[in-house]
């Protein structure tokens, strides 16, 4: 892997760095945003995973991951959390396992209290959750050049935190099928 200074390496050097999803390495994820704007189009880039269903809605009956390991994506706001409770409620409910919950820092700043309280809320019905840092970078690129964005270390764990989430869930997790 190769490192550009001391801020570490493109997704796409990352992702390569992964492997070829062979035998024993994480499976393309699922994404579902647990509202708009969450990020789920970057993050469908930054993971390489063509599958994005978009946002969550109550009224989304039936979801079909033909068993590769659903992912959560939100902000970190007060008002996110909120969403997130009501799309991981909604998934759950319908009889899902969510492999991960990935919270996209929307600044360089702390993630606000209010936030950390409402996901507080939810984490034991999510396999993992993991905060993804905020990149600068990503804000000037479009989402489906998001892997070509320099990213720092920290950003770099957290996609490897992913992908364990990922491997973990399917670990011993049939097809999944809400409805």
């Keep these: ?13 990352a992702a390569a760095a992964q492997g070829d999803g062979g035998p024993g390495e994480a ?3 699922v994404l579902l945003g647990c509202h708009g704007g969450a990020g789920a189009s970057t993050m469908q880039a930054l993971l390489g995973t063509p599958w994005n ?3 969550y809605s109550p009224e989304l009956r039936r979801i079909e991951t ?4 659903l992912v959560l994506v939100a902000r970190d706001s007060a008002s996110a959390g909120a969403r997130v409770i009501e799309a ?18 929307d600044g360089s700043g702390p993630e606000p209290k209010e936030a950390t309280g409402r996901l507080r809320l939810i984490e034991d019905r999510v396999g993992a959750v993991v905060r993804f840092p905020f990149v600068a970078g990503l804000r000037y690129a479009d989402a489906n050049e998001a892997d ?18 990922c491997a973990k869930a399917m670990s ?3 097809n999944e099928l809400i409805g």
């Design 66 to 69: 033909f068993g590769r390991p």
């Design 53 to 55: 269903l978009g946002c």
């Design 27 to 29: 499976p393309q994820a």
């Design 172 to 174: 011993g997790s049939p």
């Design 1 to 13: 892997m190769r490192v550009f200074g001391h801020r570490g390496v493109s997704a796409e050097e």
């Design 148 to 165: 070509k964005v320099e990213l720092p270390k920290k950003a770099v764990r957290a996609l490897t935190d992913i992908h364990a989430a």
């Design 88 to 105: 991981v409620t909604g998934v759950t409910t319908a009889g899902a396992t969510i492999a991960c919950l990935v919270i996209i820092a």
